[in-house]
Nanobody
């Protein structure tokens, strides 16, 4: 059974850095697209960054130049390196995978992890 497990969420001060990890397991074919989303309290999930063999790596405008998405194929792990964190980055962060389509839109993704909380204090 395909599974995504996120880790690395923590509480940090503004200006700090975190690295989120997402371990993927149980797949026979590597996902065509993997992504990070985040969800603020009371809102829907918004795309943060996507990584794919078929489309250019894409970032939300709000994180460009601060966040970097990367992948370790050997260990089937997706990462999100987050620098210069701001209080507005406080959210639950989710890893997602897709074999059909790839963008910052939730509709393309049908596999999700359980989320990891990032809290940034000013």
């Amino acid at each position: 059974q395909f599974r995504l497990v996120e880790s690395g969420g923590d509480s940090v001060q503004a200006g700090g850095s975190l690295k989120l990890s997402c371990a993927a397991s149980g797949f026979t074919e590597r996902p065509h697209c993997m992504a990070w989303f985040r969800q603020f309290p009371g809102t829907g999930r918004e795309g943060v960054a996507v990584l794919s063999d078929f489309v250019p790596t894409t970032y939300a405008d709000s994180v460009k130049g601060r966040f970097t998405i990367s992948r370790d194929n050997l260990n089937s792990t997706l990462y999100l390196h987050m620098n210069r964190l701001q209080p507005d980055d406080t959210a639950m962060y989710y890893c997602a995978a897709s074999w059909h389509g790839c963008s910052l839109r939730v509709m393309h993704f049908n596999y999700w992890g359980q989320g990891t909380q990032v809290t940034v204090s000013s």
